[in-house]
């Protein structure tokens, strides 16, 4: 994708970073500047640590759908959250299910993980009517977050997680293509429903969430019919087994 950073590779899954990430973070930054340096930099920090999380979240999608014989090809970082790459979704309704659920699974248990954590303490400080201290604070709120992207990422709507988990359902009964084109129209309800509450509210990110939904469902219902088209094919339109690889330095001449 242009405007994007290569970062490395996380178990062998190419990692990059939009540019306007980096935006995000300049925006929280001088938003929390009236209150110090310090509030500044924590809030930085801990937009930083949720998507750490959905990094984990996403790479959970990666590595799961590995197992099922679906190379990853790389996770991208965007300022509303993250895409993971895959060659392609299996169609197999099972799978695709697994897959998904694997995402939202993650952030809970993340979220378990840091309540096992830091739980005890914040519990003795609510307990005792002591304010909480700021890395109290900064577990408490992370534990949150973290159980907002699961829900979050349920909701039936192209392409999240929650949708792909209805359209496997409906692939259960109906054929792949009808079953996401009733998951796009369920996916483009919801997206609408967030760009017109978004700018209502002027929660901007939740209208551009809305915008990306909308345009990821539309790609959903391009590569189905795309399936549906490459399944029925007719046989003598494939490749025959008897073809020749061509060289970069090879001459095709007429005989």
Avoid at 154 to 160: C, E, K, R
Avoid at 179 to 199: D, E, P, S
Wanted: with cysteine.
């Amino acid at each position: 994708m242009k405007w994007s950073i290569n970062a490395g590779r996380l178990f062998g899954i190419k990692f990059r970073i939009h540019v306007t990430f980096f935006l995000l973070l300049l925006y929280v930054f001088f938003s929390d500047i009236k209150e110090g340096f310090g509030q500044a930099g924590l809030s930085v920090l801990f937009v930083c640590a949720i998507f750490a999380c959905v990094i984990i979240h996403e790479l959970s999608h990666s590595l799961v759908a590995r197992r099922f014989g679906r190379e990853p090809k790389s996770i991208m970082l965007l300022p509303i959250g993250g895409v993971a790459t895959i060659d392609m979704m299996p169609t197999k309704p099972s799978q695709e299910i697994v897959i998904s659920i694997v995402g939202p699974a993650t952030n809970i248990v993340i979220a378990i993980l840091l309540a096992l954590v830091g739980g005890p303490s914040i519990a003795a400080a609510f307990n005792k009517s002591v304010n909480p201290t700021a890395s109290q604070l900064f577990i408490l709120n992370l534990i949150a977050a973290n159980i907002v992207l699961a829900v979050f990422n349920l909701l039936p709507a192209l392409p999240m997680d929650g949708g792909r988990v209805l359209r496997s359902i409906l692939a259960m009964k109906f054929d792949y293509l009808r079953a996401t084109i009733w998951a796009v129209a369920v996916g483009k309800v919801i997206a609408a429903f967030f760009v017109v509450y978004g700018f209502y509210s002027r929660n901007f990110l939740l209208a551009l969430i809305g915008f990306f939904i909308f345009a990821g469902a539309d790609s959903e219902k391009r590569q189905a019919i795309y399936l549906a088209m490459l399944a029925q094919r007719p046989p003598d339109l494939t490749i025959p087994p008897e073809y020749i690889n061509l060289e970069q330095d090879d001459r095709i001449t007429r005989q």
